[in-house]
């Protein structure tokens, strides 16, 4: 994991622009709607994470270890 991770870090964004760069030869105009479901997909995780994190937060806080009523 400690190499990996930082591999992934870096390939993955460049895996991205190379992406685009192709639809763009490829599809010319439709790169635009690719860049927004990308970064629809991006604010779609980035909600996720925040909210598993603010939830962990609070149990945390109130000693709750996860388990509902």
């Known amino acids: 994991m400690r190499?990996?991770?930082p591999i992934?870090?870096?390939v993955t964004p460049l895996g991205v622009l190379i992406g685009l760069?192709?639809?763009y030869r490829l599809a010319g105009g439709l790169v635009v709607l690719l860049a927004a479901l990308i970064g629809m997909f991006?604010?779609?995780m980035?909600?996720?994470v925040s909210t598993a994190r603010r939830e962990a937060?609070?149990?945390?806080a109130t000693g709750n270890r996860g388990v509902s009523p």
């Not at 937060?57 to 945390?60: G, S």
């Open 8 to 10: 992934l870090f870096v």
């Open 21 to 23: 760069e192709e639809a």
């Open 42 to 44: 991006g604010v779609a």
């Open 46 to 48: 980035a909600t996720v």
């Open 57 to 60: 937060r609070e149990a945390r």
């Open 3 to 5: 190499i990996a991770k």
